[in-house]
């Protein structure tokens, strides 16, 4: 078995929204569906995969703005994040105002997520990671079989998340790469909010907003 997985960019942000799933059985899951939901479900069908759940890193509009849709549509559970950024999913239509985005609708998850749970998908395990700074509330999945680790807006290629949000903390959020990131080892592939893909190798290496070599 293995994990899959593909990008497909949505919003005006150009969120990357992702479908994971297991090879084996052929189960799936849309990370961050951020919007474009009828793109999205397109996408799906073309893969062959079994939607199985819906994962959600954070609470931003660009991240969770089409997750009620796709949740009303097809039945699916929710996943995520963390319970800290229950403010940011109750608040969707006040940020979808704020962005001149499509009427945002929240969402409650079925489950809240914490540091050290696990979520199923297939045959697959997903690690959880609470990674907080850019919202309180972020969490990370990571797989450890194929070393991917869906980072949302904790870390891009050559950047980090921005803290300039409603609760938002700079040291916080790089204390969450330092602690809990990195320590993943430099192999291990990222899947950022957008942009492109990169490695925590690299990123250790090479980010500015790292030190050096940490």
Known sequence: ??????????????QNCTLLWCDETMAGALVDAGGDVDRLLQAVE???????????????LDHAGGVAELQERLGLPVEGPHADDAFLIEGMADQALRFGFPEGRSFVPN????????????????????????TPGHVVF?????????????LFRGSIGRTDFPR???????????????????DVTIIPGHGPLSTLGEERRTNPYLEHGA
């Open 142 to 154: 990571f797989e450890p079989t194929a070393r991917v680790a869906q980072v949302g807006d904790v």
């Open 111 to 134: 489950r809240w997520l914490v540091q050290g749970d696990s979520v199923s998908l297939g045959a697959l395990t997903l690690e959880v990671l609470h990674c907080p700074g850019h």
């Open 168 to 186: 938002g903390d700079h040291a916080t959020l790089l204390a969450s790469i330092h602690d809990r990131l990195l320590p993943l080892g430099d």
């Open 46 to 60: 073309k893969t062959g995969v079994r939607l199985e759940k819906l994962l959600v890193t954070h609470g931003h």
């Open 1 to 14: 078995m293995a994990l899959k997985a593909t990008i497909l960019p949505v919003t005006p942000f150009q």
